[in-house]
């Protein structure tokens, strides 16, 4: 039986971390948070998180903790996270990696399982162009990838450490992932 649970998705831009979060968050009906949506979303209502996070998003570069860190505060103690849910972009750097998991202390929510999902760079490249949303330019994706090496690949060492790092590979047809990431939830 699958465990009402934290899952949080790691992996290089393009890996899959959307695509796989909605599946299972559906599947499993706990809710799907997306940093990035959260933010594209409030960039189309023009609020002024979304105005002062595109000119970062459009760059390719890390929005600042300043305004991240409460949103997610905020997010994680709604009534639909309390089932269980699934961080897709979140944590992106080992600070934000400690400051949920003091967060998730506070609010006394349960441990987390993460899956790191490894996908070669030339199929990351590939799929993002083949996509082309406002950040998916060439441009910006190589500064997206970068940011990726320098900034949030050492949170895969920080969760290793801990104990909780699955690691799937996620160059495979979506379904086949899926199953994947369900098996390492049901064990
Ligand atoms: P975010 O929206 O999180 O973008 P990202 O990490 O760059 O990830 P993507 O959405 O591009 O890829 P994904 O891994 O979700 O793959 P997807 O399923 O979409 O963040 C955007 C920006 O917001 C950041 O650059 C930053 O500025 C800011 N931000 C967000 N969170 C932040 C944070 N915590 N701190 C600071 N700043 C933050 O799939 C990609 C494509 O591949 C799709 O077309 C999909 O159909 C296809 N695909 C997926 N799986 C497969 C498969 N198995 N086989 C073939 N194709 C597939």
New binding site residues.
């Given amino acids: 039986m699958i465990k009402t649970i934290g899952l949080i ?1 790691l ?11 909605q599946v299972l968050a559906q599947s499993l009906e706990i809710a799907h948070i ?4 959260i ?2 979303q409030a960039i189309t209502q023009n609020t002024p998180l979304g105005l002062k ?1 595109q000119i ?2 459009d760059k ?6 300043e305004l ?1 860190l409460n949103l997610i505060k905020d997010r994680l103690s709604q009534s639909d996270a309390q089932k269980g849910w699934i961080l ?6 080992v600070d ?1 990696a400690c400051f949920l998991e003091q967060l998730l202390e506070q609010l006394n929510q349960f441990s987390e399982c993460v899956v790191n ?1 490894e996908v070669p760079e030339e199929v990351l490249i590939q ?2 162009l ?2 082309g ?1 406002q ?2 330019n060439e441009t910006t994706i190589r500064r ?1 990838l970068q ?2 090496h320098e900034q949030t690949a050492p949170v895969i060492d920080y969760y290793r450490q801990r104990g909780n790092l699955n690691s799937v590979n ?5 379904e086949q ?1 899926s199953t994947s990431v369900k098996e390492i939830l049901t064990v």
Avoid at 34 to 37: A, H, L, N, P
């Fill in positions: 998705f992996g290089p831009p393009g890996s899959g971390k959307g695509t796989q979060a997306s940093t990035g949506e933010l594209r996070a970062y998003m390719g570069e890390l929005v600042p903790d991240l897709d972009g979140f944590p992106r750097t934000q999902l799929r993002l083949e996509r949303r950040d998916d997206r940011v990726y996620g160059n495979r047809p979506p992932v």
